[in-house]
Nanobody
């Protein structure tokens, strides 16, 4: 059974940092890319980052470039999203998803129903 479980969300002050984790099971990182998405109340889902072990590819949305870093620990089947210099506008529920599409698709077309999704973790940034 494919599972994705996010963790690491919480409440942080503006300028602070958080590291989100996406623990994956039931599939190989060679077969899927892992994307990070977020959705704030009343807003559309946004694709913010993606990593592909197969391609060696990482992608970032302009809104997080230079502040967020995606990485993976293949031994632990876990993908991380290090979030620095957080802003109140980063407040959202953050999801990871497994996808077969190229990483740029996750950034450009985030509303696609990709293959597998985690349950999400709340990130709240106070001003």
């Amino acid at each position: 059974e494919v599972q994705l479980v996010e963790s690491g969300g919480g409440l942080v002050q503006a300028g602070g940092s958080l590291r989100l984790s996406c623990a994956a099971s039931g599939f190989s990182f060679d077969d899927y890319r892992i994307g990070w998405f977020r959705q704030a109340p009343g807003k559309e889902r946004e694709g913010i980052s993606c990593i592909s072990r197969r391609d060696g590819d990482t992608e970032y949305a302009d809104s997080v470039k230079g502040r967020f870093t995606v990485s993976s620990d293949n031994a632990k089947n876990t993908v991380y999203l290090q979030m620095n210099s957080l802003k109140p506008e980063d407040t959202a529920i953050y999801y990871c998803a497994a996808l077969t599409q190229k990483c740029w698709v996750a950034i450009k077309f985030p509303v696609i129903q990709f293959d597998y999704w985690g349950q999400g973790t709340q990130v709240t940034v106070s001003s």
